[in-house]
């Protein structure tokens, strides 16, 4: 079975800190993705990467970046954490890019609470 | 570009009972994916249910079924005997066949009530 492991159920970070939030799945899917999940507005994608070392913006990109050096992990950075930032972050992952032919596979979800 | 319309932020149902969640989407593509996801309390999201909007039938999966009226841009899902278990927030999405990532709604809480 698919296992996408976060690093961290629960996170908590100073307004400023470096955060850095991290994914890694062991099934050798090619795409993973980073959403974030607030109460109302559903989830948001934030970044994607289609292979190592690619990286795409999604919907709401803006005070993250993300690192694709490996195939099996994919890293969300924060670099300046802002209480804005306050919210649970799903990592996901798919082996190819049509969702029907393979559906997305998520994390447990890190809560991050910047303060 | 995608959007995926929820309208129901919150839903409550009786266990054994028949619940429908309703998904409105819109897509300017003339094939693409619908599914809906689940994410119990403190637990992963899982996929509940996907349907090919070519295929006029509807897409089931034991207790769960869709209502997919291609014409309206609505896809519904049918919660069928109702149990504790399917207490979670429910996620509609859109795939337009991979050319951009999947489109989440804003999800409907559903509670089932003993």
């Known amino acids: 079975d698919v296992k996408v492991t976060q690093s961290s159920r629960y996170l908590v970070k100073r307004t400023g800190e470096k955060v850095f939030l991290e994914c890694v799945q062991d099934m050798d899917h090619e795409n993973m993705f980073w959403y974030r999940q607030d109460p109302g507005l559903g989830l948001r994608l934030i970044y994607f990467?289609?292979?190592?070392?690619?990286?795409e913006k999604g919907d709401i990109p803006e005070g993250y970046s993300v690192s694709r050096e490996k195939k099996e992990r994919f890293s969300l950075i924060l670099e300046s954490a802002s209480t804005n930032q306050t919210s649970m972050y799903l990592c996901?992952?798919?082996?190819?890019?049509?969702?029907?032919?393979?559906?997305?596979?998520f994390g447990n979800g890190t809560r991050l609470t910047v303060t | 570009a995608q959007t995926v319309t929820q309208s129901q932020p919150e839903m409550s149902v009786q266990e054994a009972e028949t619940v429908t969640l309703s998904c409105t989407y819109d897509t300017s593509e003339n094939n693409y994916y619908l599914f809906w996801y689940k994410q119990p309390p403190s637990r992963q999201m899982i996929l509940v249910i996907r349907?090919?909007?070519?295929?006029?039938q509807n897409a089931t999966e034991n207790r769960f079924s869709v209502n997919f009226q291609k014409a309206a841009k609505s896809f519904s899902l049918k919660i069928s005997d109702s149990q504790l278990g399917d207490t979670a927030m429910y996620f509609c999405a859109s795939d337009d066949s991979g050319n951009t990532p999947l489109v989440f709604g804003k999800g409907t809480r559903l509670s089932v009530i003993a």
């Open positions: 996901a992952s798919t082996v190819d890019r049509v969702s029907y032919n393979s559906p997305l596979h």
């Open positions: 990467s289609y292979d190592v070392k690619m990286k």
């Open positions: 349907q090919e909007a070519y295929k006029q």
